[in-house]
């Protein structure tokens, strides 16, 4: 009997549930054909570990060489959060940013394909199993750029606001570096491959939402590799960050397509994308959503090769069940090592890369998927248990693809988050039934993630742009707008014209973002309860947008907060320039259409007359006749057109006769002085924290239907107290303040704002004595009534700058133990003296 005759043979037994000790001789041979038919012994490595080589020689150890340089990163400048690192891991996710939540544990990349007579596997993982690993030293290291000048990694090469660049191999296979996999029985066979990472993230308002992840597979050894298969393998883990012991029930799914909104020059949007979230959106008791709810869902999504060029795959699994399309004689069923549903050794997870199936998602469970090719669902308390969200994971592969030693292969991923998935806080205890579940999945909301991930294939492929040159630029449809002229003729005043619509690229990567402009550095100057905002607008109001190569500045806003979350910020104040957002009726089709973002007043004044005032035609029943053309228009403002600089308590010019000609007339800093703004803001509360920012916002893109793109209050803001500054303190002589004196733990703070605000701390760690009126550099110590020394601070801010006349202390002993009720001493000695004050502690 030859080996596939045997393999057959005994996969009979099995499946014919004959006695247990025809079970018994299945197990037994299947193991044997394992490892001596599947593994052959002469294609095993001789290798001998260095722990085993140190045993017999401990002068080895000496001539170890280093370990990889393992780094871990995480985007965050926007409201999605994801770990990249340099050895195959990706993850966790967490969505909205600042709300401490997290929708999945670490995901891994999967890459198979055929060397040899080998199938290999080359997996990222975490903990004592690596088989990607990056270089040793700085050559292994997560590089760092971005686009923003502001940015301490800003970089002329950088493609987003925070790109993360990182190369891995397989090409180790020291059990010592590696470890060993419990389930192979063998040492490490690397693939040898070399992967480099690029991803990259925004905070931009319509891509805020998203991360794209371009990887380049290169061969780096010596033979082909054929039929290669990439996956990720990821699990749904929805939680509060507060919450150790959540319910770990999630959904999976896969998404191929969604209806889009009528006016758009296609029915169905194609997405091909896994989806998981939470099971229900975690609502209170009286079924109310709450800052612990998980109401988003997060996607991954193939961007590069196109979904038609390749096979793709998506399956899900639990360790007890996982979908699997009935067996035939030329597909038959496949029982994988460890006898599991999951595959744990190279051949299984290449079966599971490249086997063609798209399972049905996991809250359909219940239901049989038999007519659509499928096995049946498992026994019935099972099915109800796996529908109504019982946890597991997914694995999403595409391919197949050869490199020949020294070739490439680049392939794109993104990570999308979608808001308000779960829509009503009793959705699922009143409309989900495991053998009707389609009433409550037609209750769940794709939209959000559905118009991200629209963001993320233009941001990565840029509709209307011929990257190559070749005369295609996308797909398209046509649309109506307005062109501006100056001409004499008072006929041609309003032109309607034509322009194409792309709703694709040309299949390109291009990676460019269509981006606000550049936020301004924002310099602040305190004062007890006052603070002073100053900043320079000449790079943001003169900046060429980075997707249209237009100049589309349109104005300010000015923001403060008592966190540094997104929804914490509340707006002060704002400037923008006088300009009109243009509507126009079509006769032919008796519908109104947005025509232009941007019709700057003195333009629409120059056509019309000096008396025209739009404002007086703000809707379809206040509208404009234009006399010369007979064509219907009304406007309305792109913002406030608050455009005055000259009122003191708002926005103004701190130069207001400067010019924006004269070069010579410049800051310090060598910006021209006419740029230079200012905003004052009184009555705060010293003894708090505040965030201050101040944005850029543009009008927006009319051709690619993009609203005003504003830069996020995140990326520029700065924290400060309003005391007087450090250089105050000193030039002043001012006396240290401590606050709150006495401390009292029942006092209420954390309630009120002043501490843990984020929610992330214990109470014991969270608690903060604030020291003001500090001097640039000083030392803080805390005694005993006794004497003894208790805590130590260095206060070291020798440049001065936010913060600098400011120092916590979280009521925690040099030894790390909390202190006790008591009178204490303390003491800030600088080279203006030394001050010391009495501090009371009470528990």
């Not at 018994?24 to 490892?35: H, K, S, T």
């Not at 883990?237 to 209806?259: K, P, Q, V, W």
């Not at 009707?436 to 294939?457: C, G, M, Q, T, V």
């Not at 010019?653 to 740029?675: F, H, I, M, Q």
């Amino acid at each position: 009997m030859n080996a596939i005759a045997g393999i057959k043979w005994i996969t009979n037994i099995h499946r014919s549930g004959t006695n247990d000790r025809a079970r018994l001789l299945y197990f037994w041979l299947l193991f044997v054909i394992q490892f001596f038919i599947v593994y052959p012994a002469n294609a095993w490595p001789t290798y001998e570990s260095d722990s085993a080589k140190i045993a017999k020689d401990p002068s080895y150890k000496s001539a170890i060489i280093e370990f990889p340089n393992y780094e871990y990163e995480i985007h965050n400048v926007g409201d999605i959060g994801l770990g990249i690192t340099n050895y195959g891991v990706i993850g966790p996710v967490s969505f909205p940013k600042g709300s401490n939540l997290v929708y999945t544990s670490s995901a891994y990349i999967l890459i198979g394909g055929v060397v040899g007579h080998d199938t290999l596997v080359s997996r990222g993982r975490g903990g004592d199993y690596r088989e990607l690993n990056p270089d040793i030293g700085e050559a292994g290291a997560i590089i760092r750029r971005s686009i923003l000048s502001s940015s301490e990694y800003f970089h002329p090469e950088a493609v987003s606001e925070q790109d993360f660049i990182v190369t891995m191999t397989d090409t180790l296979a020291d059990p010592d570096i590696i470890g060993e996999s419990f389930y192979e029985n063998r040492p490490h066979k690397p693939l040898n491959i070399s992967i480099r990472l690029s991803s990259y993230a925004w905070s931009l308002d319509y891509a805020k939402d998203f991360i794209l992840l371009d990887y380049l597979i290169t061969n780096v050894g010596n033979l082909d590799i054929s039929d290669i298969y990439i996956g990720f393998t990821m699990s749904a883990n929805a939680r509060h960050n507060s919450i150790l012991d959540h319910d770990h029930m999630d959904y999976h799914g896969f998404r191929e397509t969604i209806e889009l909104p009528p006016g758009n020059c296609r029915e169905l949007d194609t997405l091909n994308i896994a989806w998981f979230a939470d099971d229900d959106g975690e609502s209170t008791v009286d079924h109310q959503w709450d800052y612990l709810s998980l109401r988003g869902v997060i996607g991954v999504q193939l961007l590069r090769p196109r979904p038609e060029d390749i096979i793709t795959n998506f399956n899900w699994i639990t360790n007890q069940y996982s979908p699997r399309l009935s067996p035939t004689d030329d597909d038959p069923y496949r029982v994988f090592a460890g006898y599991t549903e999951s595959p744990r050794i190279d051949v299984d997870n290449y079966y599971q890369l490249s086997h063609r199936e798209v399972d049905y998602d996991q809250m359909f469970t219940a239901i049989s998927h038999t007519g659509e090719g499928f096995m049946p669902p498992p026994d019935r308390e099972l099915a109800e248990q796996i529908a109504s969200g019982f946890g597991g994971g997914i694995i999403y592969s595409f391919g197949p693809f050869n490199l020949a030693p020294g070739d490439s292969f680049p392939f794109t991923m993104a990570f999308v988050a979608g808001e308000n998935f779960h829509v009503n806080p009793w959705d699922y205890e009143n409309y989900f039934d495991p053998y009707r579940p389609k009433i409550y999945y037609n209750k769940l909301d794709f939209s959000d993630l559905a118009e991200n991930s629209r963001w993320a294939r233009a941001v990565f492929d840029n509709p209307g742009v011929d990257t190559d040159g070749d005369g295609y630029s996308g797909e398209f449809c046509w649309r109506y707008t307005w062109r501006d002229t100056t001409a004499s003729d008072p006929s041609d005043s309003f032109v309607i014209d034509s322009i194409r619509y792309f709703y694709t690229g040309d299949s390109i990567p291009d990676f460019r973002a269509m981006a606000p402009p550049p936020p301004p550095v924002v310099r602040v100057t305190p004062s007890y309860g006052k603070v002073v905002l100053r900043w320079n607008g000449q790079e943001s109001e003169n900046t060429p947008d980075y997707f249209s190569g237009q100049v589309d500045f349109e104005g300010y806003r000015v923001y403060y907060g008592e966190d540094n979350r997104l929804t914490d910020f509340v707006l002060l104040a704002s400037y923008d320039i006088d300009d009109y957002i243009v509507h126009w009726f079509d006769t032919d089709n008796r519908t109104w259409r947005k025509i232009s973002n941007s019709a700057k007043l003195d333009s629409l004044q120059n056509l019309q007359g000096s008396e025209f005032d739009p404002n007086e035609y703000y809707d379809q029943f206040n509208y404009f006749l234009d006399p010369h053309t007979g064509e219907i228009y009304y406007f309305t403002r792109q913002d406030w057109n608050q455009s005055d600089l000259s009122n003191p308590l708002g926005i103004h010019k701190v130069y207001p006769n400067a010019s924006p000609y004269d070069s010579t007339d410049v800051t310090l800093e060598g910006w021209r002085r006419y740029y230079e703004y200012e905003y004052v803001i009184e009555n705060l509360e010293p003894s708090k924290p505040y965030y201050f920012a101040v944005t850029a916002f543009d009008y927006g893109s009319f051709q690619y239907d993009v609203g005003q793109l504003e830069t996020s209050p995140q990326t520029n803001a700065v924290r400060e107290y309003p005391l007087p500054s450090a250089d105050t303190v000193e030039h002043r002589g001012l006396n240290v303040v401590v606050y709150p004196n006495p401390y009292r733990i029942d006092g209420g703070y954390a309630r009120a704002g002043y501490e843990n605000r984020d929610r992330t701390k214990s109470a014991v760690w969270s608690r903060r004595i604030h020291f003001a009126n500090l001097p640039n550099i000083c030392t803080i110590r805390i005694f005993s009534i006794d004497g003894d020394l208790i805590k130590e601070i260095k206060h070291y801010n020798p440049t001065g700058g936010p913060e600098s006349q400011h120092e916590e202390w979280n009521v925690v002993s040099r030894n790390t133990q909390a202190v006790v009720t008591g009178i204490y001493i303390w003491s800030v000695r600088s080279e203006m003296g030394e001050q010391l004050g009495k501090l009371v502690i009470i528990k």
